[in-house]
Structure formats: C-alpha cells, structure tokens
C-alpha cells in the first residue's frame, strides 16, 4: 500500500493537564497553583487505514452532542470534562475497579431515570411518595450487604405489601366513583337502563334493520371514561368508519347493537362488568365506566349474503349450461356416427 504521511492538525477535544502543587508552608500560606501543559505530539496519518479509521472515529460522533444533552444533561460547556472520562475509560477499559465504577455511574442514571420513577409511579396521590434519597441508600445498603435495617426478603415484603393495600384501596374508591356516577346517570332525561346495568340515550332512532349477534357491521364511535377523557375514536381516522362482528367487542357494545336499527346514533353508558371488568385494557383502568357514542352505519353482512348468493346462482347457472353443452354435443356426435352407418349401408 502507498504510504501517506498527512500531518494532521490535531482536534484537542480535552486539554490533558496535570497540576503540580508547591508544597504547604507551616504557617498555611496558599501558593498560586502552577498548571503545567503536557505537550502535545502530532498526529501522523501513515497509511490509508489510519486516515480511514480517524475520519472514521469523526464521523461517528454525529448527532452524539444532542443525545448527551437530552440522555445525560451534560452542558456542553464542559466538553473537556467529557472527553477527558472518554479517553480515561478507553484507557482503563481493562481495569477491573474502574470498570466497576464506571457500572456504578451507569446504573445511577438508570436508577435515577427509569427504576425509581417507575416505582414513583406505583404510589402517585398517595400520603406515601417515595424519597429519592432514602431510596438511592436503599439500594445501596442491598450491594453492600447491609442487613442492618432490612434483608431482602424483608425488604421487598414490606414494599410489595404496601404497594399492593395502596392498589387495592385506589382500585375500591375508584371502582365506586363509577358505580355512583351509573347511578346518578341513570336519572338523566331520556337514559334508559336495561336489567343488566346498561344504559343508553337515544340520540337519533334508525329505521333500518337491527344486526344479529353473528353480523358485521360498520359504525362510527368515539368512547371516553367518566371524567371525559376519550381513549378512542373513529371520527379521528381515515375512515372514520370500523367493521366488526357484533359478537367480536365487549358484552355492552354486543347487547346496544342488537337494539339498535340501522341509522341510529345513541349514546351508551357501559358498567364495568360488562366492559373490562377489573383488567387494565391500555390506558383504561380496572373498574371504567365506559362512555360510547355509536353511530350503526349499515350491517356489512347483508351486502356480503347478496354477493354471495349472487355468485352461487351464477355458477350454477355455468355448471348447468355446460352440463347441457355436453349432452349436445354428444347428440350431434351420435347422430353423426348413425348417418355415416347408414351411407355404409347404401
């Protein structure tokens, strides 16, 4: 390979310096610190590999400021810092106690950033919010081996049993706020209440046909919790329309269906029992009263029945005409065979 011997002008992303300090006087007199630049060799590109490899290592760093400021919030006025821990890490990558530490860092930001806000979470509005502080000694005290407030069999006994009476409590007060607000629904103008516990409001009556269990149908919804918040619509894409089967969604949307004529756009208040009951179905908590506005558009089934009749009737109309094409031909062929006989004959 040719070799190229390029002087490059070195890119010092973290100045090296080294302190030296005077010694103390006895009677503590501060000296002026004395920095002392290391001189730095210049970089020589020798082969073709060096020169790709640097612009290799260059091109790498692309996009790398802002991740550093978003991931790690490091300020940008300290660069030097920064790449000082880079070159320090690449040069110690083999040293034991500095790869432990270098973990330990690690697993603080994720401690700091995922692991302890997620276990926040677990306890929001309640009187017993975690304390980041006391938190982080926590851990510490588990890689540590300190027993000495908690092993960690007790540890997480103590913790997941309050998590779980937080729960169960928060699940009870908000199941109840739903079940209140059925009943006082219930004695709104035009809200009709079914012996189940669904209620509904006629908004616009259809006059069309009402689906069976077992027909698809096309409609329009939007659905949204007691509070207001809507967790989805059809009227926010494109179509604005779904399909499904009646016996394919929540007990509540099968039994309005069934009721409801095609054209009709009402309003349902679906219990939790007959909605998701006491599972978590997305941003839907355990224990929703489920609100739905409904539009039944048309039932898909019927229109597919008529196709599907009108293919049966044409192909069997083309196996009936071939069938007589066939008994045709073979009269024409035998008529044929007798004539040629009987010329034989003659």
């Not at 020798?46 to 760093?61: I, P």
């Not at 034991?96 to 806000?117: E, H, N, S």
């Not at 009721?259 to 009951?277: C, F, H, N, R, T």
């Not at 229109?303 to 094409?325: G, L, P, R, V």
């Amino acid at each position: 390979m040719k070799r190229i011997a390029l002087l490059a002008a070195v890119v010092v992303l973290g100045s090296s310096l080294s302190t030296a300090m005077a010694g103390k006087k006895k009677d503590k007199k501060k000296k002026a610190d004395t920095e002392v630049v290391a001189p730095v060799a210049p970089l020589v590109l020798a082969t073709t590999a060096d020169t790709l490899s640097y612009a290799a290592g260059r091109t790498a760093t692309q996009g790398l400021i802002p991740y550093l400021q978003q991931e790690y919030r490091v300020d940008t006025a300290h660069m030097a810092d920064f790449v000082k821990g880079y070159e320090e890490a690449i040069a110690r990558q083999s040293d034991p106690t500095f790869v432990a530490y270098q973990a330990g860092t690690q697993i603080a930001q994720m401690a700091t950033k995922r692991i302890l806000p997620s276990m926040k979470a677990d306890f929001e509005g309640s009187e017993e919010a975690l304390i980041e502080e006391i938190f982080h000694k926590g851990f510490a005290s588990a890689l540590n081996n300190d027993n000495t407030v908690f092993d960690d069999s007790l540890a997480q006994a103590y913790f997941e049993g309050h998590r779980k009476a937080l729960k169960e409590a928060q699940s009870a007060a908000y199941k109840k706020q739903n079940e209140d607000w059925l009943a006082e629904n219930r004695k709104g103008e035009g809200v009709i209440t079914l012996p189940d516990g669904l209620q509904y409001k006629v908004l616009t009556m259809g006059t069309g046909e009402k689906p069976q269990k077992d027909q698809k149908v096309k409609v329009k919804y939007e659905g949204k919790l007691i509070d207001g918040t809507i967790f989805d619509s059809s009227y926010k894409r494109n179509p604005q329309t779904s399909e499904f089967r009646c016996d394919q969604v929540i007990k509540g949307w099968t039994e309005a269906l069934q009721l409801m004529p095609v054209g009709s756009k009402w309003e349902l208040y679906i219990p939790q029992d007959l909605a998701y009951g006491e599972r978590q179905a997305g941003t839907i908590k355990p224990f929703s009263t489920l609100i739905f506005t409904v539009e039944l558009i048309d039932i898909v089934n019927d229109e597919e029945k008529k196709a599907d009749a009108d293919k049966t009737a044409t192909d069997k109309k083309a196996t009936t005409d071939k069938k007589a094409a066939g008994g045709n031909a073979a009269k024409v062929a035998a008529a044929k065979n007798v004539a040629r006989k009987i010329t034989k004959k003659k």
